[in-house]
Nanobody, 130 residues
Framework: QVQLVESGGGLVQAGGSLRLSCATS????????MGWFRQAPGKEREFVAV????????YYADSVLGRFTISRDNAKNMVYLQMDSLKPEDTAVYYC???????????????????????WGQGTQVTVSS
């Protein structure tokens, strides 16, 4: 089993920044990808970003491209999501997710699909005020 715990959410004004962290523990998957998803009230969970095991490959949702940056530190078992230029429409609960599948094998299309991820955190609330 893999345990994921998110932190770093909060209330921020539009244009501000937040950095989300995801601490992983338990079984680690060599070459597994890590992703961030989010879910706003009344909406389905949507893909935000994903990073490969090495950190060398990343994919982003069009809505956050150029504003958000995903990264990971395997030595510390951490995954991060730096969120800049936040907008009110970024308001959501943000979830960290893990898959044992190599991102190269998963591909840019399937990496955006929530069911490809086997483990999820409890989520952290991000609220952006206008």
């Amino acid at each position: 089993q893999v345990q994921l715990v998110e932190s770093g959410g909060g209330l921020v004004q539009a244009g501000g920044s937040l950095r989300l962290s995801c601490a992983t523990s338990g079984r680690t998957f060599r070459r597994g990808a890590m992703g961030w998803f989010r879910q706003a009230p009344g909406k389905e969970r949507e893909f935000v970003a994903v990073v490969s095991w090495s950190g060398g490959t990343t994919y982003y949702a069009d809505s956050v491209l150029g504003r958000f940056t995903i990264s990971r530190d395997n030595a510390k078992n951490m995954v991060y999501l730096q969120m800049d230029s936040l907008k009110p429409e970024d308001t959501a609960v943000y979830y960290c997710a893990a898959t044992p599948t190599d991102l190269v094998l998963l591909g840019p299309v399937q990496a955006r699909v929530a069911k490809e991820y086997d483990f999820w955190g409890q989520g952290t609330q991000v609220t952006v005020s206008s």
